[in-house]
């Protein structure tokens, strides 16, 4: 008959094979790397991808006429505009604007009139059927706003491919030397009077004395002096003149003439 083990050999044989595997130090270190890796190489694909932020891009305008706050104040292009020679949409800048509201508040009574004078402008212009109006937020270009008003009209206008209407002469240059078209108002009603030449009769009212006592001075439809030789005893009447000479000056043509 075999033997029967007894119970402290039982109790041995139980715990040997209980006992946890051991490995080596260097092993464990090995392992926990490779997990580690393992881990870290699927994880990226693991976590929820965060939305990325539409970046808002600012919308072409397309044939954007750009007033400037001078061209504003004059207010002859609205007159233009109001015709019809301007196919496009009419662009005011919150610089613009801004320029303007500073104007209306200013406590110089002249630029207070002023600026108010083109604020009603535009609000006519807004109201006006057929004409598109659009205030253009500076800030959708995504750029730092520069300093000077002159200067963001000027890259706003080449971002949309547009241009200026103005009747500053030194935003005029400065844009044209950017290759932005800019358009003056002063030389733009210059080019629309009439032409006269040295022989040209008229029938003109003298309203005033000129420079010279002895000179009077009338005016054409378009705004033209003519200062008539011999003219200051005819004030307030009207009389035919031939035009004798024309002077062009940088604010326009000055006639003058003599009496018929």
Not at 36 to 47: C, E, G, I, M
Not at 161 to 180: M, P, S
Not at 189 to 204: D, E, F, M, Y
């Amino acid at each position: 008959m075999a033997k029967a083990d007894s119970p402290v050999e039982k109790k041995e044989e139980t715990k040997e094979q209980h006992q946890p595997l051991s490995f080596p130090p260097r092993l464990v270190t090995m392992f926990a790397d490779e997990i580690a890796k393992t881990v870290a190489s699927r994880l990226p694909h693991l976590l929820p991808k965060p939305r990325r932020k539409k970046v808002k891009r600012a919308k072409k305008i397309e044939n954007g006429i750009f007033l400037d706050t001078s061209a504003i104040i004059d207010g002859r292009i609205f007159d233009v505009i109001h015709l019809g020679l301007l196919n496009g949409i009419i662009v005011i800048t919150e610089g613009v604007l801004l320029e303007l509201k500073h104007i209306a508040d200013a406590q110089d009574t002249v630029k207070r009139e002023r600026g108010r004078r083109g604020l009603e402008y535009l609000e006519k212009l807004k109201k006006a059927r057929g004409i598109r109006v659009h205030v253009l937020d500076e800030e959708l270009d995504g750029n730092k706003k520069p300093d000077e008003v002159d200067e963001r009209i000027i890259k706003l206008t080449k971002l949309h491919r547009g241009k200026i209407i103005t009747c500053d002469y030194n935003l005029e240059k400065k844009a044209n030397i950017q290759n932005v078209t800019a358009v003056n108002v002063n030389a733009l009603a210059n080019s629309l009077k009439v032409t006269a030449v040295p022989g040209q009769a008229s029938h003109i009212k003298i309203l005033h004395q000129g420079k010279d006592v002895s000179q009077g001075v009338g005016y054409l439809d378009d705004g033209t002096m003519i200062v008539v030789e011999n003219g200051s005893e005819d004030v307030g009447r009207t009389v035919d003149v031939v035009v004798s000479r024309v002077i062009q000056t940088a604010t326009g043509r000055i006639l003058f003439a003599k009496r018929i």
